[in-house]
């Protein structure tokens, strides 16, 4: 059982009634409606409830799910359901991620990220960003059952694929997830630029990502540079600091939502969700350095910066989903934060009306 924080009544109507199609087109305004804290370090069917990156929710059933990027160094790897009634976020059961032999993930050997309801079958999909650090080892789409046992693999872009030269960058790498035109496509997005795409954000300037569309089947549709904005400060320690997408959400006509995740050491972090057009952007599949490359990026606009709403906090915030409309017609976004498994850090649920 967790306790929400901070939830208007409205929220709690809004949650007992099924989800509908998207809205018509009109001028969005964002309101902050709710925001639910989970302990930290929360106890759950002998796991720890932590590292949160990813969440969807499904209009058919009600149900939540989750993913947790432990990489397997707690407890193995794993996805979590849940209900919300609006007074409260109940966690309903957790799965261990099965690889093909059906055994869990050994730690270090997967680094889970975003997660997706199938609508076609209700199963899940799910990525992985690989590592490069101690080893090379490629990020990964993949299929699971509900139960979280393995069905199968999509295909990444070649260039994604991690190479001692080319390929993503550490930790930057498939953060998004989402399934659009109703399943028939797999929308991924990278964290950051690929190492032959050129340095990643800092104060003085932004850098272009890299977001893909994919068939079910894995045949790349088409792949467009997506521009990330600079770093929003300066860290007083001279600390890490970085900017990337951290999810990625279809949305109505097309369109797609992207969350610009920004953390600066001894400043903290800065969340901005865009709405995105491909049309009329560069297809750069064959592109092989968005260095100095006469391409044309995704055009982006603002919905929201959460430092305009009143978050008692504003942590590591990594994924986003639609979920259900609220009385007045309005649509909820959800967004989930990865506390790190920190006690600094903390796993909220935040809730959102779009008009």
Wanted: charged letters at 25%; hydrophobic letters at 35%.
């Amino acid at each position: 059982m967790v306790r929400t924080t901070a939830l208007s009544g409205v929220l709690a109507s809004a949650l007992l009634v099924a989800a509908a199609a998207p809205a018509g087109a009109g001028t969005d305004r964002v309101e902050l409606v709710g925001e639910t804290t989970l302990p930290h370090a929360m106890q759950f069917e002998g796991t720890t409830v932590g590292g949160l990156s990813g969440l969807d929710y499904d209009p058919r059933t009600g149900e939540w799910v989750l993913i947790s990027d432990d990489r397997s160094d707690k407890q193995p790897a794993r996805i979590y359901t849940g209900r919300f009634d609006g007074s409260e976020f109940r966690l309903t059961g957790t799965k261990p991620l099965l690889r093909p032999d059906g055994t869990t993930y050994p730690k270090g050997t997967v680094d889970p990220e975003d997660v997706r309801w199938d609508p076609w079958t209700g199963e899940i999909w799910w990525t992985s960003e690989g590592e490069r650090a101690q080893q090379l080892i490629d990020p990964t789409i993949r299929r699971a059952s509900a139960d979280g046992a393995f069905t199968g693999d999509l295909p990444i872009p070649d260039n994604l694929r991690m190479r001692p030269e080319t390929g993503p960058k550490q930790n930057e790498v498939l953060e998004g997830l989402t399934l659009a035109d109703g399943g028939t496509r797999v929308v991924t997005a990278m964290e950051g630029p690929l190492v032959q795409d050129g340095e990643s954000p800092t104060t003085e300037h932004g850098a272009l990502s890299r977001i893909s569309v994919q068939s079910r089947g894995g045949h790349v549709l088409g792949q467009y540079a997506y521009p990330l904005d600079p770093v929003f400060a300066e860290s007083p320690t001279g600390g890490f600091s970085n900017n990337g997408v951290s999810a990625v959400l279809a949305d109505r006509g097309g369109q797609y939502l992207v969350m610009e995740r920004s953390f600066v050491t001894g400043v903290g972090n800065s969340i901005r969700i865009y709405r995105v057009d491909l049309r009329g952007a560069t297809d750069v599949r064959d592109v092989d350095s968005l260095t100095g490359a006469n391409v044309r990026p995704l055009r982006k606009e603002l919905l929201v910066d959460l430092s305009d709403l009143d978050l008692s906090t504003i942590d590591n915030v990594e994924g986003m989903t639609w979920g259900p409309r609220l009385p007045d017609g309005r649509r909820t976004l959800t967004l989930v934060s990865d506390d790190n498994f920190s006690p600094a850090q903390t796993t909220q649920l935040i809730t959102l009306a779009i008009r």
